[in-house]
């Protein structure tokens, strides 16, 4: 029976991956499945909390407890989360969010010529959510938590990261190959601003969720 040391919280969770369309039938987007984000609601709801998750194109069933909010694109999860995240305590960004879209988007399926080479796709930048939340916190005290994928310098680029984002806390991944991509489990170290350092081994993710709450919780206003 897990401690309802969430109660009386709101709790913003993104979760999946976003798709940033080209044309109608097409999109750039990324192998996140969603499941680290809905270990995280889960968690949350058994801990107490008002759970909003903010799901891009994940096809896991809906959290029972959790309000879920679908969106496809960076720029509808930008819009979703900054709505839900005004009365939030706490706000975890576990989507994988494009950092860039298509400068165009084609009204009418983009065809081949025959005998001519392809257009170059050009690309934007797309609003980086995770910065501007901790920039412009919704609430005094609010609780703000990234994600980071890193193949080397794990810790120095995590570091790197924390700083560059302004975020509280920082689960950094190690990825490589059978590691985090639609997997069941995940191993990680969760670093924080104030310049704790949590190991978090090997395992399910609802285990990963749970410790990224149990470092949260203390942290609340
Ligand atoms: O910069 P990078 O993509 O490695 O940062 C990952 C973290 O930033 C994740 O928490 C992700 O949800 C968030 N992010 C974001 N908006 C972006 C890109 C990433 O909120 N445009």
Not at 14 to 35: C, H, I, M, Q, Y
Not at 39 to 57: D, E, I, M, S, Y
Not at 67 to 81: F, I, L, N
Not at 120 to 145: H, K, M, T, Y
Request: one cysteine or more; charged letters at 25%.
């Amino acid at each position: 029976q897990p401690t309802a040391d969430l109660a009386g919280r709101h709790v913003v969770i993104s979760a999946g991956g976003t798709r940033e369309p080209l044309d109608p039938v097409r999109f750039l987007g990324n192998r996140s499945s969603g499941k680290q984000g809905y270990a995280l609601a889960r968690t949350a709801v058994a801990r107490g909390a008002r759970v909003t998750l903010v799901a891009a194109n994940s096809e896991l069933p809906d959290p029972a407890g959790a309000d879920v909010v679908r969106v496809g694109t960076a720029v509808q999860m930008r819009e979703a989360v900054l709505a839900a995240a005004a009365d939030a305590d706490a706000v975890v960004m576990a989507a994988a969010v494009a950092d860039f879209r298509p400068a165009q988007y084609a009204e009418g399926k983009i065809k081949k010529r025959d005998g001519r080479e392809p257009e170059p796709v050009a690309l934007v930048r797309n609003p980086d959510i995770l910065a501007e939340i901790s920039a412009d916190r919704a609430r005094p005290g609010q609780v703000v938590v990234g994600f980071a994928a890193e193949t080397d310098e794990v810790l120095a680029n995590g570091r790197a990261k924390l700083a560059r984002k302004g975020c509280d806390l920082l689960v950094v991944n190690e990825v490589g190959e059978r590691k985090t991509f639609g997997s069941e489990e995940n191993e990680a170290v969760v670093l924080g601003a104030d310049g704790s350092e949590t190991a978090v081994p090997h395992g399910p993710k609802e285990s990963l969720a749970d410790i990224v709450w149990d470092l949260v919780a203390p942290r609340l206003f």
